[in-house]
């Protein structure tokens, strides 16, 4: 069997599931539709919010950023994790004691106020919509791979699948399909950094073996790695080789933004009480650290294995050269996101860093003229990842699956949190409310089915790798959400006007900070200045400024507040309520 | 622990374990993994080839949220129970 009929059969089978599960816990009523009737456990909780979290940021291209970069995007790592420290300390049980179904709908309720509930709306949709993007960008690396597809018709697929199961199932075929996902996606992200931890280290437990000895040459695994790079003159990959001050934001942006997500917060809404909101965050956090433990240890041995399949005789010696290519080089330069260009005419690939001065000299005495391998693409390196080690063709087909599940999981989990602000928070509390519930579900699916469309024509053009996209809409959530949420339960005093000035500080802020380096709207060559290191304002990426965005929604809502006075007294005693676990709603029973 | 029970206890008492926890947090994450790590590097310690900082970075980090959100949660239970303010 070849390997475009494995792909099909594995990748098939899994999607048969999905909708299989949507089809059979067809949602009836809206509060089942959002919050699957508050009835779900905290382990099962955790898992479906792992598999909604990771998405084809965190499976497709986070190893691949860290693999090329090293130390310095462990930004990513901890990043991504230590958000749910703040989730579970600051802000999970609380919002589940609220007890309401949206986060637009507790800005709008605890700031007693319908402009602060649209403002919440708009802080959603920008930071949503920037995130599926990322997401329809991933897929579409996955599909125009394991389908031997372009691009286009990759991304149609996609949007078809997730308008299938998010649409008729809601939240409830949600929580178990991603259930059901996160099993696909963690198998197939482990299987393959087993064999390869095992080739390289002898060790079974990746995690483990990124630490121990390259049975090969006898050294520790990354001093090799850093020994056989400096030989090509890249940096090492242990070292810190960007600015520190930029790292500390990223890393600091990055964790804010996951506490603010409107998508991973509405899963603390399904949980049956206060108690499980913090259990269901440190469950979640379990599953996710399954992943990322793994993540930089497949990062690292890719790297390794890239440079040892090009030099297989040492780095002193001659590359290999185009007719000896491995298979999977070929296979992936049929996409385009990997491409070769044999500028000394020598038949051999030449790969090393051409943009060092120091090792200008002895890339002469080599007789290089260029680094050969001209594209390559930082997605394409998990799903190359099992090629690259060598293994068995169904373990190439199982990381297919696991891509697609992670970036569907993630885009159906972002798709539910668009539909509910617009059909719950803009027309049913704002614009029309007297719609009866039928008429606010089947608008909740019309939303659906209008951001699927826009996500898709979004995705045909992304603005960078699917991680840094989606890092893009962390500091968005950083700037806006999460400081509006932590003051409404952790401040008595901040008031609506603190909450809105807050906000739209936060988001035109971080906004203008993007769109000057990225681009009006993402839209390519309208930004005002080239993204490179050396226009950033004091070294601080447009991937990290959302840190900074936080600061200034939190001093901009502080100073209004102290501008303006008290919210009334009935307020101060809600949140007075919200601080204490007893009198929550139980489960909703329908 | 005082014989304090009212609300405004329970969230102080709150507020307190946060802090700690946040401290926790803050250091094995931006302090031994980034600010530190030059620091850290100094000591004749290392870890698979590696400066403590670096694991810190790609694991270390990881494993002590788990460790913190879970001590936060038996910690809430209990001083749940004690203000007698859990859920029934």
Not at chain 1, 445 to 456: D, G, L, Q
Not at chain 1, 518 to 543: C, E, H, K, Q, R
Not at chain 2, 70 to 80: A, E, H, I, K
Request: hydrophobic content about 50%; charged content about 10%.
């Amino acid at each position: 069997m070849d390997q475009f009929t494995l792909n099909l059969i594995v990748v098939g089978a899994s999607f048969a599931l999905y909708i299989g599960i949507a089809i059979w816990a067809r949602a009836g009523t809206t509060s089942d539709f959002y919050t699957a009737s508050r009835g779900v456990n905290p382990i099962v909780n955790g898992a479906a919010t792992a598999a909604d979290w990771m998405s084809a940021a965190s499976f497709i291209s986070m190893a691949g950023l860290i693999a090329f970069v090293g130390y310095g995007n462990s930004s990513f790592l901890m990043g991504w994790t230590g958000g749910y420290v703040l989730l579970a300390l600051l802000l999970a049980p609380y919002l589940r004691k609220f007890g309401r179904f949206t986060v637009p709908e507790f800005i709008g309720d605890r700031f007693y106020s319908q402009s602060a509930r649209i403002v919440a709306v708009i802080c959603l949709l920008t930071i949503s919509i920037t995130y599926v993007i990322g997401q329809m960008a991933g897929a579409g690396v996955a599909f125009s791979r394991f389908l031997e597809v372009d691009n286009t018709t990759g991304l149609l697929i996609a949007s078809g699948v997730v308008f299938m199961y998010a649409v008729m199932g809601g939240m409830k075929g949600i929580t178990y399909t991603q259930l059901a996902q996160y099993c696909v996606l963690i198998t197939a992200y482990t299987i393959p950094a087993v064999f390869i931890s095992i080739q390289l280290t002898g060790n079974p437990i990746p995690p483990l073996g990124l630490f121990s000895t390259h049975a090969e040459s006898g050294l520790p695994l990354l001093t090799k790695l850093d020994q056989v790079l400096v030989e090509l003159g890249f940096h090492d990959y242990t070292g810190l080789h960007s600015s520190m001050l930029n790292m500390f934001l990223f890393t600091m942006s990055l964790m804010i933004g996951t506490a603010g997500l409107p998508h991973v917060i509405i899963r603390f809404f399904t949980v049956p009480k206060v108690s499980d909101a913090r259990k269901s965050a440190g469950w979640a956090l379990v599953f996710i650290a399954l992943l990322y433990l793994t993540a930089p240890a497949v990062g690292a041995m890719a790297r390794l294995n890239i440079v040892t399949t090009i030099f297989p005789n040492g780095t002193a010696e001659q590359p290999i050269e185009y007719s000896a290519r491995p298979d999977w080089m070929e296979t992936w330069a049929q996409t385009g996101l990997l491409a070769f260009e044999d500028k000394n005419g020598d038949g051999r690939i030449q790969y090393y860093n051409d943009d060092s001065e120091e090792f200008a000299a002895t890339a002469a005495e080599r007789g290089w003229e260029g680094n050969e391998i001209v594209t390559f693409n930082r997605d394409i390196l998990v799903l190359a990842n099992p090629e690259i080690a060598q293994l068995p063709g169904w373990v190439i087909a199982l990381i297919a699956a696991g891509g697609l599940a992670a970036a569907l999981s993630t885009a159906a989990g972002l798709l539910l949190a668009i539909s509910s602000a617009i059909s719950h928070d803009l027309l049913k509390s704002v614009l029309m409310p007297g719609i009866t519930d039928k008429q606010e579900l089947r608008a909740a699916r019309i939303s659906m089915a209008f951001a699927i469309a826009v996500a898709t024509i979004l995705g045909l053009n992304p603005p960078g790798f699917a991680a840094q996209v989606v890092a893009l809409a962390f500091g968005l959530a950083a700037a806006t959400l999460f400081p509006a949420l932590m003051m409404g339960i952790f401040s008595k005093k901040m008031n609506q006007k603190g909450a809105i000035v807050g906000m739209l500080a936060g988001l035109t802020l971080t906004l203008l900070y993007i769109f000057t380096y990225l681009g009006w709207f993402f839209i390519p060559d309208t930004n005002m200045l080239a993204n490179t290191p050396d226009n950033w304002l004091f070294g601080i990426s447009p991937l990290s400024i959302g840190a900074i965005g936080a600061i200034v929604n939190f001093t901009a809502a502080y100073i209004t507040m102290k501008l303006t006075g008290e919210p009334p007294a009935h307020i101060q005693e809600l949140v007075e309520s919200i601080r204490v676990p007893r009198g929550a709603e139980g489960a909703v029973d329908h | 622990m005082t014989n304090d029970r009212t609300a405004s206890a329970y969230w102080k008492a709150n507020i307190r374990i946060i802090l700690i926890c946040l401290v926790i947090w803050a250091i094995a994450s931006f302090g031994f993994a980034i600010l530190f790590r030059p620091m850290l590097a100094e000591l004749p310690l290392t870890f698979g080839g590696v400066d403590l900082g670096f694991w810190f970075a790609q694991q270390g980090s990881i494993l002590v949220f788990i460790g913190l959100i879970f001590y936060y949660t038996w910690y809430m239970n209990r001083l749940d129970k004690e203000f007698d303010v859990d859920e029934k």
